[in-house]
C-alpha cells in the first residue's frame, strides 16, 4: 500500500542458494534491458543484493528520492526515517497482515472499498488484473484448498471485507466523499452499550480499523512456536541479551508477537 506519507510491503525473500545463476542473469536483464552487461564474476554479487531486504528498500527509496528531486528540482533527504521491518509466519499471520496493509485507505476514510484505491494491492487486482503478474497470489491460507489466482484473490477479498466490517467512526460520507469530522464526534451510546455487552474485549473486526502496533513495529509475529523458533535462531546476532518474551495479539487468536530487536 503506498500512502500519502509513507508505505507498506509485504515481501516474500528467497534465501540466496534457492535462487540460480540464470535467474538472476534474466532478472538483470529485465531490470537493465541491454544498457548494462553483468559478466560471470558479478552474478553473486547481485545475487546477495537481490537476496538482501534492506538493499531491496533502499533501492527503492533511492531511486524514488532521485526521481522526486529531478522532477521538483530539489535535493537532500527525502525519506524521514529508517524502514521498519518485521519476519512473519505464513496462514492466518500472513494474511491477517495482508489484510492489515490493504486496509489502510479505508482507516485513512480516502475510499470506501478497498480496492477502489488503486495504490493498495487488492486496488492492483481488480483494477489492473495484476498485470505482469506482478503480485503475489500466494496469501499463505492452505486451508483455501485454491490454486486458481482468480478464485485465491476472491477468497482474500472475502477476508479483507469480513476483517474490515467496521465502522470508520470520526469520518462519515458527505457527497459521495468521505469527510473527516463530519460524524459523530462522541462515542454514540449504541457503541458503548455493545462495548459493554462484550466487556471492552477487542475483536479481530475492530483490530483492524485503528493502527495496529503489531503489525508495525514488531520484530517477529505468527504463532508462539514460530515466534520462539525464530528467536532462537536469530539470537546470537543480537546486541544485548533479550528475553525470550512472547506478547499475544489482542483481538487475533494465536498469534503472537516479540518486540523489535537490535542487531549488532
Not at 479481530?204 to 525464530?230: C, H, N, P, Q
Request: overall charge positive.
Amino acid at each position: 500500500a503506498l500512502m500519502g506519507n509513507h508505505f507498506h510491503l509485504v515481501v516474500r525473500m528467497h534465501p540466496e542458494d534457492e535462487v540460480s545463476d540464470e535467474e538472476i542473469m534474466k532478472r538483470y536483464k529485465e531490470y537493465y534491458g541491454d544498457d548494462k552487461y553483468l559478466a560471470k564474476e558479478q552474478v553473486d554479487e547481485v545475487r546477495k543484493r537481490l537476496c538482501n531486504l534492506a538493499a531491496y528498500v533502499k533501492d527503492i527509496k533511492q531511486g524514488f528520492t532521485r526521481y522526486y528531486n529531478k522532477k521538483y528540482n530539489r535535493r537532500g533527504y527525502f525519506w524521514g526515517d529508517r524502514f521498519k521491518s518485521m519476519i512473519v509466519e505464513d496462514g492466518r499471520t500472513l494474511v491477517n497482515l495482508l489484510a492489515y496493509v490493504d486496509l489502510n485507505p479505508i482507516r485513512a476514510g480516502i475510499v470506501k472499498r478497498p480496492e477502489d484505491y488503486k495504490w493498495c494491492s487488492l486496488g492492483y487486482h481488480i483494477q489492473a488484473g495484476n498485470k505482469g503478474d506482478l503480485l503475489s497470489v500466494d496469501f499463505g491460507m492452505k486451508e483455501w484448498n485454491e490454486h486458481k489466482p482468480k478464485e485465491m484473490v476472491r477468497k482474500y477479498r472475502e477476508f479483507v471485507y469480513e476483517t474490515g466490517a467496521a465502522d470508520v467512526g470520526r469520518w462519515a460520507v458527505v457527497g459521495g466523499q468521505w469527510e473527516e469530522g463530519r460524524g459523530k464526534r462522541g462515542i454514540d451510546q449504541k457503541i458503548v452499550d455493545k462495548e459493554r455487552k462484550k466487556k471492552y474485549k477487542v475483536r479481530r473486526v475492530d483490530r483492524f480499523m485503528y493502527r495496529t502496533r503489531y503489525f508495525s513495529d514488531a520484530g517477529i509475529i505468527g504463532s508462539k512456536e514460530f515466534v520462539g523458533e525464530v528467536f532462537d535462531q536469530v539470537k546470537h546476532l543480537l546486541r544485548s541479551k533479550d528475553e525470550r518474551k512472547f506478547t499475544p495479539v489482542g483481538g487475533v487468536e494465536g498469534i503472537y508477537s516479540m518486540k523489535r530487536l537490535g542487531t549488532s
